[in-house]
């Protein structure tokens, strides 16, 4: 690694706007945001020219699946490509490896597995299940940064979906913990009503896929979610929300004064369903991908800020279990990889305006560092930060090779996509980990807990 003691730029991105300015570092920190000119004597500066200065990307929805199911993803590729990203922090979803981080041990067995891996900063989120609400205190206290839970099955069998009852059993004890409460929010009865009238429909149809996961199914859990919000005081914070239906629910929540939150993915706001070819499941996930005006929809929710941000949901598989031979999208694995490409999918297609890199700086660091607590050490370039840095050129173009990425697998519905953002480098605690391509040193991302700096 290549420790750096000052990073300038003509456009860094900071909370108050975007300037030149020379951003100072000093021990792993944010020394200050200095005059453009403003250089330190004698010591190593990294001038990025007219390339964009901006707080790591914190990405707090990823399946890395270590230990137990490391041939679909493991901490050291997922950091790779996390890095290669610009994305500084991740958090680790509880659900894909073996044990289910659903208890203290599960997630020390986790942290055991991640250990010398790292090229970023990792935390871990627990995870709620049938029978486990006498756990959360303790995997809270072991450093879980909240707690996620499926109202639809998940996909596997370590991580059963939950029911109302179930909610209403761990409610009361994340309220008293003010941990956030990250919810899967689809219903099983609308998809079953959906399947019901499918019949024999061709499975290798996206549309067929599409018909079977209804936008009802998320607003019917969107409305439960509320309504226990409501009822128990609890942080609720809605993943990859997918449907504009959703939306005014949301809204109107937030009005209300509860404490609910949401976030969208790159995949709902790049792509649309009319342009998925059938058979093509490597744009399998669930909530599926919807059609163009929902996209629209999904995109003036996140510019209102009824939306409030953006993460991967970066779901791996062995490229085996997307059946690409048969193109079956129901005995596909549902989910998108995507971690390393984010930024630049986010950048193509939002609207470019005078305000669009402090858009972009909220909607994929700040905002999901609030999320995890993590608002006064990371998600800004300001004193006293954490000087976990990405300089990326906003105009630079390059096209999706499977050579370039750093996921294990390099499936990905974004192959052959032209993207527009290219990272150029990728700062930790002030060392350059990541050099156009090019990684230094070894694995020294921190395994972090909650309420630890």
Known sequence: MTDIHAIRSRRVVTPEGVRAATVLLRDGLIESIAAYNDLPSGRRVYDAGESVVMPGLVDTHVHINEPGRTDWEGFETATRA??????????????????????AEALEAKRAAARKKCWVNVGFWGGIVPGNAGELRALHHA???GFKCFLVPSGVPEFANVTEDDLRAAMPILSALD????????LPEPIESANAKLGKADPRKYKTWLSSRPSEAETKAVELMIRLAREFGTRVHIVHLSSDRSVALIRRAKKEGLRITAETCPHYLFFSARAIPDRRTEFKCAPPIRDSQNNKSLWAALERGTIDFVVSDHSPSPPEMKCLKTGDFFKAWGGISSLQLGLPAIWTKMKQGKDSLMHLARWMSAGPARLAGLEKHKGALAAGYDADIVVWSPQKRFTVRPK????????????????????????????????????????????LRRGEH
Do not use: C, W
Not at 179 to 186: G, I
Not at 432 to 441: E, L, T, V, W
């Open 404 to 447: 370039m990425l750093q996921h294990r697998h390099k499936l990905t519905p974004y192959l052959n996509q032209s993207l527009r953002g290219v990272v150029e480098a990728t700062f930790l605690r002030g060392e350059m980990i990541y050099d156009r391509g090019r990684f230094g040193g070894a694995a020294g991302g921190t395994l």
């Open 179 to 186: 941990a956030p409460l990250l919810v899967h929010s689809e």
């Open 82 to 103: 996390a890095a290669a990203g610009g994305v500084t922090t991740l958090i680790d979803m509880p659900l894909n490896s073996i044990p289910a981080t659903t208890t």
């Open 143 to 145: 450093g879980a940064f």
